[in-house]
């Protein structure tokens, strides 16, 4: 079946640093998104991103689909950013299945 | 609602007994899945249902996972004779049609002892 891994698997910043997570796939894909699980437990959605590149305050992801790779950006990170960030392929298997990826645990500290 | 609800929150249960976790999707989202989380990995899908009816149960792990959706709305995932390899956090989700646009809820954590 599909590959999807994340690296780093575990990142600590300093309030205020930036990071880049990536996210590497085995197979071509319809659909990929970024999660931030939060330490309660809670997905959050934060891009749906099949290519190119989006923008939402802090936060930036980029899809190379062609190269099997995308990229989260983090700017001037601040301790609610901490939690576990996933991609997550969207397998088009006549509705849009979820396979995650291993994750990155990210601490943000003050 | 305005969010999709999961109870219980947490849920310890002894080997070999039957539990039943419920997921209450947001208003009007046709399109629910069940997913379970194992400590230290990303979400693995179990089963999704369009309307009432199961359209995906391939990733229930055996015969002791069941869910059923009767009324098209709250969803049911039950497991009978349960095992310590059941212990995870159960994540349910939905969308309005099947196509993207996920909510997740918060999940039951279940410990099997």
């Known amino acids: 079946g599909i590959q999807v891994e994340q690296s780093p698997p575990d990142l600590i910043l300093q309030e205020g640093a930036n990071s880049t997570l990536r996210c590497n796939f085995s197979d071509s894909v319809n659909n990929l998104q970024w999660f931030h699980q939060n330490p309660w437990g809670q997905l959050i959605n934060l891009f749906y991103i099949p290519s190119g590149t989006k923008q939402n305050g802090r936060l930036s992801a980029t899809t190379v689909a062609t190269e099997r790779y995308s990229l989260l950006y983090i700017s001037s990170s601040q301790t609610t950013d901490s939690g576990v960030y996933f991609c997550?392929?969207?397998?088009?298997?006549?509705?849009?299945?979820?396979?995650f990826g291993t994750g990155t645990r990210l601490l943000v500290s003050p | 609602g305005a969010g999709v609800s999961q109870t219980p929150s947490n849920k310890v249960t002894e080997k070999g007994k039957y539990v039943e976790l419920r997921c209450d999707p947001i208003s009007g989202h046709t399109a629910l899945y069940w997913y379970r989380q194992s400590l230290g990995q990303g979400p693995e899908f179990l089963i999704y249902f369009q309307g009432t009816g199961a359209a995906d149960d391939s990733g229930l792990p055996n015969d002791r996972f069941f869910a059923v959706r009767p009324e098209g709305s709250v969803s049911t995932l039950k497991i009978q004779r349960t095992e310590r390899g059941d212990s995870a956090v159960y994540l349910c989700a939905s969308s309005p049609t099947g196509a993207g646009g996920y909510t997740f809820g918060s999940g039951t954590r279940l410990t099997v002892v």
């Open positions: 997550a392929l969207l397998l088009n298997t006549g509705f849009q299945k979820l396979v």
